[in-house]
């Protein structure tokens, strides 16, 4: 589970932080958004650098960011753990891929949910995941977009030809829900924001999330 700290009190953030390693989070989901790439603007790497002294889960940085290919190494070096980026928004894939490993991060692609698959194809040996979005990247609290479904199928096949063990994160409308869905088509790492901030009893909602996932894959 990698909850997102988009749906949280940004006043709070570290708060939220804390509550997602001590509910038993495997990442934590940091959202980067610059108004351009997507019509939101959210935070950028002095938080990250902030949000790095406050924990010990890994920090799973998503660039929605036009200009990744030049500003990765900001994040890398704020301490970034994972760094995903939009195949939609590299001049040069690969080589953004190559330096985040370089850097010892994971590297992720992430896929609108109208780009087709194939267009992370040139970067797939570089790939330690791909970030399937269920939702039109930009605003959290979104529902659930079906499509997504065939979409991380489509990428399950694509990782088993290239041989790749890339794990397949999804992001966007995700819920107790959605979850065993998702888990069903292929994704092991579920992205939720307002389905766990947004609800009375936070950690029993990601907890829910949890256990209806595994639910699908018969754990």
């Known amino acids: 589970m990698a909850p997102s700290i988009l749906s949280a009190d940004f006043t709070r953030l570290g708060e939220a932080v804390a509550f997602a390693e001590t509910a038993g989070a495997d990442v934590v989901h ?10 939101n603007l959210t935070i950028g790497p002095p938080v990250v650098r902030a949000l790095k002294r406050t924990t010990t889960l890994p920090l799973d940085v998503h660039l929605m960011i036009d200009n990744a290919d030049d500003t990765v190494d900001w ?6 753990d994972m760094v995903s980026v939009h195949v939609e928004a590299c001049r040069d894939l690969p080589a953004v891929l190559r330096t985040i490993r370089a850097a010892g ?10 780009t087709p698959v194939s267009a992370i194809a040139e970067g797939i040996a570089d790939v330690d995941f791909v970030l399937v979005m ?6 959290g609290g979104q529902s659930f977009m079906p499509v997504a479904l065939e979409k991380i199928s489509q990428v399950a096949d694509l990782l088993r030809a290239c041989g790749s063990s890339a794990e397949i994160e999804v992001d966007g409308g995700i819920d107790e829900t959605t979850a065993p869905l998702v ?5 092991r790492l579920l992205v939720a924001g307002n389905a766990i901030f947004g609800r009375p009893d936070p950690a029993a909602a990601l907890e829910a999330i949890r256990a209806a996932g595994a639910s699908a894959l018969g754990r």
């Open 134 to 139: 269920s939702v039109v990247p930009g605003f």
């Open 75 to 80: 994040y890398l070096k704020a301490g970034a």
């Open 183 to 187: 888990c069903a088509a292929g994704a």
């Open 30 to 39: 940091v959202d980067v958004m610059d108004g351009h790439f997507v019509p």
């Open 105 to 114: 991060a994971k590297a992720g692609v992430a896929l609108n949910p109208a």
